[in-house]
């Protein structure tokens, strides 16, 4: 059965940085794809930025890209968001998802497996 554990949320001032993480356990299959999502109060979920099994391959959302920086250390099981320089717009429910699959999606649809979610808070 497969687990996805975040942590790492919190309230943080405009600017500052954040390192959000994701346990994952439970994939049979090694070459699994991760991604992360969020929701901020009100409105749908969005993509945030994927990664594919090996780390090479990686797609941020156009709000994100230069200030996040997604990655994995497989031996581990670990997912990771590096956030810098955060904005009041980036307030959301963080989740982490995975697919078993090799390539990486910006679609929710088509993740499998998602954590409960870690709060991010930014205040101006």
């Known amino acids: 059965q497969v687990q996805l554990v975040e942590s790492g949320g919190g309230l943080v001032q405009a600017g500052a940085s954040l390192r959000l993480s994701c346990a994952a356990s439970?994939?049979?299959?090694?070459?699994?794809?991760m991604g992360w999502f969020r929701r901020a109060p009100g409105k749908e979920r969005e993509f945030v930025a994927a990664?594919?099994?090996?780390?090479?391959?990686?797609y941020y959302a156009d709000s994100v890209k230069g200030r996040f920086t997604i990655s994995r250390d497989n031996a581990k099981g670990t997912l990771y968001l590096q956030m810098n320089s955060l904005k009041p717009d980036d307030t959301a429910v963080y989740y982490c998802?995975?697919?078993?699959?090799?390539?990486?999606?910006?679609?929710?649809?088509?993740?499998?497996?998602w954590g409960q979610g870690t709060q991010v808070t930014v205040s101006s």
């Open positions: 998802a995975g697919r078993s699959t090799i390539g990486p999606s910006t679609t929710d649809a088509l993740y499998d497996y």
């Open positions: 439970g994939f049979t299959d090694r070459q699994y794809t």
């Open positions: 990664i594919n099994w090996s780390g090479e391959v990686t």
